[in-house]
């Protein structure tokens, strides 16, 4: 497996794979996705919106690509779901146009200024680390309260 396949196969695992992003986001309702844990977090919301923003504008910034309006669909959870998608779905066409050696080229980003494969490692983090959160938002509001333990460990 060369470090596109493998940049490939994480992106679509931490956005929709076991423990992945959309996994974090199934069943949501758009009372919670609204709801505030606090003055200083984000709602689901507005972290979904920032997520699909990141891989847009970063895309943009690196491989001078994306030709659509967009704006924040706060009020409407399948809406910025929709958004999310899009984005995703332009993030990893901007990955399968990328050749191996575009991968080991710098890009300029706002942020992450280092090699294209370095660029996409930091989307497949970003997603686990937000999806992560949404989780623990997720928790707190009530939705997640049936903890199961995993087999075996204790």
Same mark, same amino acid.
């Given at each position: 497996?060369?470090?596109?396949?493998?940049?490939?196969?994480? /992106?679509?695992?931490?956005?929709?794979?076991?423990?992945?992003?959309?996994?974090?986001?199934?069943?949501?309702?758009?009372?919670?996705?609204? %709801?505030?844990?606090?003055? /200083? /977090? %984000? /709602?689901?919301?507005?972290?979904? #919106?920032?997520?699909?923003? @990141? &891989?847009?504008? #970063? @895309?943009?910034? +690196?491989? +001078?690509? %994306?030709?659509? =309006? #967009?704006?924040?669909?706060?009020?409407?959870?399948?809406?910025?779901?929709?958004?999310?998608?899009?984005?995703? =779905?332009?993030?990893?066409? @901007?990955?399968?146009? @990328?050749?191996?050696?575009?991968?080991?080229?710098?890009?300029?980003? &706002?942020?992450?200024?280092?090699?294209?494969?370095?660029?996409? %490692?930091?989307?497949?983090?970003?997603?686990?680390?937000?999806?992560?959160?949404? +989780?623990?938002?997720?928790?707190?509001? +009530?939705?997640?309260?049936?903890?199961?333990?995993? &087999?075996?460990?204790?």
């Amino acid at each position: 497996m060369d470090i596109k396949e493998l940049l490939t196969k994480q /992106t679509n695992e931490a956005f929709e794979g076991e423990m992945s992003l959309m996994g974090a986001l199934q069943g949501l309702s758009q009372e919670e996705a609204s %709801w505030r844990l606090n003055d /200083t /977090t %984000w /709602t689901i919301e507005e972290i979904i #919106y920032h997520v699909a923003a @990141c &891989k847009i504008e #970063y @895309c943009k910034q +690196g491989f +001078g690509k %994306w030709d659509f =309006e #967009y704006s924040k669909t706060e009020g409407n959870i399948q809406a910025s779901l929709g958004l999310l998608n899009k984005a995703q =779905e332009h993030l990893t066409e @901007c990955l399968s146009n @990328c050749t191996l050696e575009d991968l080991d080229q710098p890009i300029s980003t &706002k942020f992450h200024g280092q090699s294209a494969a370095h660029f996409f %490692w930091i989307m497949i983090m970003h997603d686990i680390s937000h999806g992560a959160q949404i +989780g623990m938002i997720r928790r707190a509001y +009530g939705a997640y309260t049936d903890f199961r333990p995993v &087999k075996g460990i204790s």
